[in-house]
């Protein structure tokens, strides 16, 4: 049988303990990964590409220096946006329509699968985004 540090046969609390560490530290660890592969540093770079997904961003939160333009190409199934964040944005609404799309304001049309938008950041600062049609779908663009 086993035995722990102190030469006794490990005991079935012994186990679950180190169980429960390993997985914590697993966690830990997978946290910590998904945190930086979200979190991407395109300073210097003068075009960025991100993927929307039918759930998610290829990359949540970006930095970028001023001056990038940032192009947003759906890879999912069914429609998407990006829009800057507003009042009322925790519900599903109408994206901007193609008529109206201004090149100085961040917010795009509904893209169908395979389209893209892209948008230039001038200003520094954070600016928080969503998928007006699927507003759990967020992330951020911070500019240098």
């Known amino acids: 049988m086993p035995q ?6 490990f005991k079935k609390f012994d186990v679950i303990v180190i169980v429960i560490t390993v997985l914590s530290l697993a966690l830990t660890a997978g946290a910590v990964i998904m945190n930086n592969a979200n979190n991407r540093d395109f300073t210097g770079q003068a075009d960025v590409s991100i993927d929307i997904n039918d ?52 917010s795009s049309p509904a893209l169908d699968p395979g389209e893209t938008y892209s948008f230039t950041f001038e ?12 507003p759990s779908i967020t992330g951020s663009v911070t500019v240098k």
Do not use: C
Not at 4 to 9: D, L, V
Not at 69 to 90: A, F, I, L, Y
Not at 123 to 134: A, F, M, N, Q, V
């Open 4 to 9: 722990n540090a102190h030469g006794s046969p």
């Open 123 to 134: 200003e520094p600062g954070k600016t928080e985004y969503h998928d007006s049609l699927h």
């Open 55 to 106: 759930s998610s961003l290829s990359a949540k939160s970006i930095t970028v220096s001023k001056g990038t333009t940032v192009t947003w190409t759906n890879k999912g199934t069914q429609p998407h946006s990006v829009m800057r964040e507003h009042d009322d944005d925790d519900h599903a609404h109408a994206a901007t329509t193609p008529d109206n799309v201004d090149p100085e304001v961040f």
